[in-house]
Nanobody, 125 residues
Framework: QVQLMESGGGSVQAGGSLRLSCAAS????????MVWFRQAPGKERERVAG????????DYVDSVKGRFAISRDNAKNTLYLQMNSLKPEDTAMYYC??????????????????WGQGTQVTVSS
């Protein structure tokens, strides 16, 4: 029963903040690249942020650089995404994903081994 369970989504006003969490069960995330993807209606799923197993490598889609921060706590088997200065264009379903053991850089949708069910983030103007 491998599971990734997102939480922390919701509705906020532009300029607000949210912190997403992704709790893993059934496997240990320490050997996996962990990734946040998002998908808005009618658009392709895009990688928002990724982080290497040891946390040394991380990257972000250009549109969120300086506003979002990905982190992981391997001891807690949990991935996080801190989202600040939210904009209406950040509105999407956000998905936690695991790639591995090991990881392709940069991570891609086709590399994902495990997906979470998603958590909705809605940013109003």
């Amino acid at each position: 029963q491998v599971q990734l369970m997102e939480s922390g989504g919701g509705s906020v006003q532009a300029g607000g903040s949210l912190r997403l969490s992704c709790a893993a069960s059934g496997f240990t995330i320490s050997g996996y690249c962990m990734v946040w993807f998002r998908q808005a209606p009618g658009k392709e799923r895009e990688r928002v942020a990724g982080i290497s197993p040891d946390g040394v490598w991380n990257d972000y889609v250009d549109s969120v650089k300086g506003r979002f921060a990905i982190s992981r706590d391997n001891a807690k088997n949990t991935l996080y995404l801190q989202m600040n200065s939210l904009k209406p264009e950040d509105t999407a379903m956000y998905y936690c994903a695991a790639i591995g053991p090991g990881c392709y850089l940069p991570p891609r949708v086709e590399h994902v081994n495990y997906w979470g069910q998603g958590t909705q983030v809605t940013v109003s103007s």
